[in-house]
């Protein structure tokens, strides 16, 4: 399964990111970590932690293994955008604040679709929404809009949690989905932090680490370093300081709780030097993310790759290249089965764009078009088909439509009109229309998922005023 880095060069980033636990360490801003690690023999210097291969090598152990099968490849959503602050309004071409109707909208779009399997609260922290603990009302919010499996990008920080109290802010998010689903003993969200690079963890990254493994909800670890500025400059030495950066983690979360499965994924990036500006849209991030997620695949550590990256700030040919390269060019370096995507993704996860997620969209089922596998059976009529073609001059007239809706994949969201001659025709090939018009058909078929009185009444404790039930 290993095909771009071989088996020798991912046993030396392990080698490597060992001695850079051991001798250099990473930093834990956080009192519970460092007498967590203190306590089981770790060598503590301030905040840095130096962690001992003994120490790594019997986390890997606990750790229970994941394995890997390529069965078929395919490309999913995990949700849409990502976490943005920012939209970008299309109609008005102006950036601006998220707003809770972008809120409910990324909801009703998602859930309308067939392309997206899990959810998340992807515009963070509405600059309308008013309640006592802003982020576990974005967690109701996204109870009450949708059924979707919650995989939490977002975290609790100060300025979102209650009183300022990440940790306990964090909890009770978890209480809340878990009693609104009423399940106790397993899992019901796939949390995931991303340490503080050069080689750290800062304070609220660890408060939403432990209140993820106090909850007993599923851990994920996606190291967001970018080069030359909060990591080396060169992709391989990247990928050794993420490595590091994210074993530690790995260590501490198994010495809190022995046996806990942690995920691991990387969201590193390329920086710019001209303009100090990350660049996850592109080839050197790819390879930055394809080499990580190998060495996963190697020590059986679970992870996943994402794709659907995008720098543009608008959803122009610049997007639409990037968008496409960083979802398609991990199947050429690597073996994997799939790639999460965040159709809108706009401006490094900085900005969201409705209509490009219907661009997103598309290009997912395009791609999935490119995996799905060929039918190479012949239709036991075929002499007879081709001899009634042949009399008729067209293939129409005979049995074909079978055999075309299953050999064909027809786009609705992109052009496939030629050249325009009247209005009409520009019409019929306007992408931006299409886009704007599937919003509108999706948004008009939504309906409210169904609640019980009891999902009512604890939604309402949580909920902005103008949001809750009646």
């Known amino acids: 399964m290993i095909r771009m880095l071989d088996p020798q060069v991912i046993e030396s ?13 990473v930093k834990f801003d956080h009192p519970r970590a460092l007498e967590t690690f203190r306590k089981h023999g770790a060598r503590i210097e301030g ?75 992807s515009t963070v922290d509405p600059e309308d929404l008013h309640a006592e603990d802003l982020y576990t009302a974005q967690l109701a919010l996204y109870l009450k809009y949708s059924d979707k499996y919650l995989a939490n990008g977002m975290r609790a920080i100060s300025k979102n949690a209650k009183n300022g109290n990440i ?50 909800q599923n851990l994920g670890i996606c190291p967001c370093s970018l080069t030359c500025l909060t990591g080396p400059a060169g992709l391989f030495e990247m990928v050794v300081h993420d490595a590091a950066m994210a074993l530690a983690g790995v260590v501490l979360a198994q010495l809190e709780k022995p046996g806990i499965s942690v995920g691991l994924s990387n969201s590193s990036g390329a920086t ?40 543009a700030a608008f959803p122009n040919y610049q997007a639409g290249v990037e968008t496409f390269l960083s979802t398609f060019l991990p199947y050429y370096y690597i073996d994997l089965d799939s790639i999460w ?7 490094s996860w900085r900005c969201g764009s409705f209509r490009k997620a219907m661009y997103d969209e598309e290009l997912i089922r395009n791609i999935n078009r490119v995996f799905k596998p060929l039918d190479t059976t012949l239709p036991a009529n075929f002499n007879a088909m081709l001899t009634e073609a042949c009399k008729n001059g067209t293939f129409m007239l005979s049995r074909t439509p079978k055999s075309y809706r ?41 309906e409210m998922p169904e609640r019980t009185p ?5 939604l309402n404790r949580y909920l902005p005023d103008e949001l809750k039930y009646t």
Do not use: W
């Open 13 to 25: 980033i392990m080698s490597a990111a060992a001695d850079i636990m051991d001798n250099v360490g």
């Open 47 to 121: 905040t840095t932690v130096k962690i001992p291969n003994s120490m790594l090598e019997k986390a890997l152990e606990t750790m229970p293994d994941s394995e890997f099968e390529v069965e078929t490849r395919h490309v999913g959503a995990g949700a849409m955008f990502g976490n943005v602050p920012v939209i970008y309004d299309d109609e008005k071409d102006v950036f601006r604040r998220v707003t809770l109707a972008d809120t409910i909208k990324v909801y009703k779009l998602v859930e309308t679709s067939d392309i997206y399997e899990s959810s998340n609260p």
């Open 167 to 216: 940790y306990e802010s964090a909890c009770e998010g978890f209480r809340l989905v878990k009693e609104f689903y009423g399940e106790y003993s397993e899992p019901v969200v796939d949390q995931t932090v991303c340490p503080s690079p050069p080689l750290g963890y800062d304070f609220e990254t660890l408060e939403n680490l432990f209140a993820t493994i106090d909850e007993g």
């Open 272 to 311: 710019d030097m001209r303009t100090m500006q990350p660049t996850y849209g592109s080839v050197e991030a790819t390879l930055i993310q394809c080499m990580f997620f190998e060495f996963c695949v190697y020590y059986k550590i679970g992870g996943g790759l994402c794709g659907n990256l995008c720098d």
């Open 341 to 347: 995507c965040y159709p809108g993704d706009l401006s």
């Open 406 to 446: 299953r050999d064909h994949y027809l786009s609705k969201g992109f052009s496939k009109y030629g050249i325009p001659g009247d209005a009409e025709a520009r019409a019929k090939g306007d992408i931006v229309r299409m886009a704007d018009e599937e919003i509108e058909r999706r948004l008009k078929l939504y």
């Open 454 to 458: 009891e999902q009512k009444k604890l």
